[in-house]
């Protein structure tokens, strides 16, 4: 059954402190992996996309990294923002579907105080 | 931002209304999808359509309908409202598959939270 599981549920760090989110999806055949940063009461926007062959995509002060292998990805989120409080969502596409069928985790609520 | 809108973004009707909820996108996407959110929970794909005048069913099992009639238009309905239709409901959409992976980002809209009493 193709899966995606994100931990943790939740986090809470300090503004200015650096976390990282975890993935691990059962997805296959495998296209892409996406982080989308989803900020309360609106739609989910992209972060990065990695395909089967890269390893790390940065974009500012976050950097992904997949490894296709063990089937994991990290989202790390360094000095951190007010802004940055939102869940972040792991949705992996199934490259055998012509839809190209999302499987989506159910995202890390991550909250950063002042 | 992605140009992709959702109206209303928040809805409160009694039990048995139907309801329409809209979803329109300017970037002149082929394949357009609907989600179901609840708090805490992945998102289900209920409806997707690969262009004008295709609408298939996704995963989740819904009571509610959709039409595609235009390319940039995509509601969906409700015929007879209930609590359990309670929830946030994304649009999305993608261009047309076969290009770079890049077409196959989905571009949301801000949803529209709905509440039925």
């Known amino acids: 059954k193709n899966q995606v599981e994100q931990s943790p549920q939740s986090l809470i760090i300090l503004e200015g402190k650096n976390c990282t989110l975890q993935c691990n999806y059962t997805v296959s055949p495998f296209s892409n992996l996406r982080w989308y940063k989803q900020d309360t009461g609106r739609g989910p926007v992209s972060l990065t996309i990695?395909?089967?062959?890269?390893n790390t995509k940065s974009n500012g002060r976050y950097t992904a990294t997949l490894d296709a292998d063990t089937k994991q990805s990290s989202l790390h989120i360094t000095a951190s923002q007010l802004s940055d409080s939102a869940s972040y969502i792991c949705v992996v596409t199934d490259r055998g579907s012509t839809l190209g069928r999302l499987y989506f985790g159910r995202g890390t609520q991550l909250t950063v105080w002042p | 931002e992605a140009d992709i809108y959702q109206t209303p973004r928040y809805l409160v009707i009694g039990t048995g209304k139907k309801i329409t909820l809209e979803c329109s996108q300017t970037?002149?996407?082929?394949?357009m999808y609907w989600y179901q959110q609840d708090p805490g929970m992945e998102l289900h794909l209920i409806h997707y359509s690969y262009g004008v005048n295709s609408t298939e069913k996704g995963d989740l099992s819904s009571e509610s309908t959709v039409s595609r009639i235009r390319t940039e238009h995509f509601p969906l309905t409700l015929e007879s409202a209930r609590p359990s239709h309670t929830s946030q409901y994304l649009c999305?959409?993608?261009?047309?598959?076969?290009?770079?992976?890049?077409?196959?980002?989905?571009?949301f809209g801000p949803g529209t939270r709905l509440t039925v009493l």
């Open positions: 999305a959409s993608s261009a047309r598959a076969g290009g770079p992976e890049s077409y196959n980002e989905q571009f």
């Open positions: 970037m002149g996407h082929d394949k």
């Open positions: 990695m395909t089967f062959s890269e």
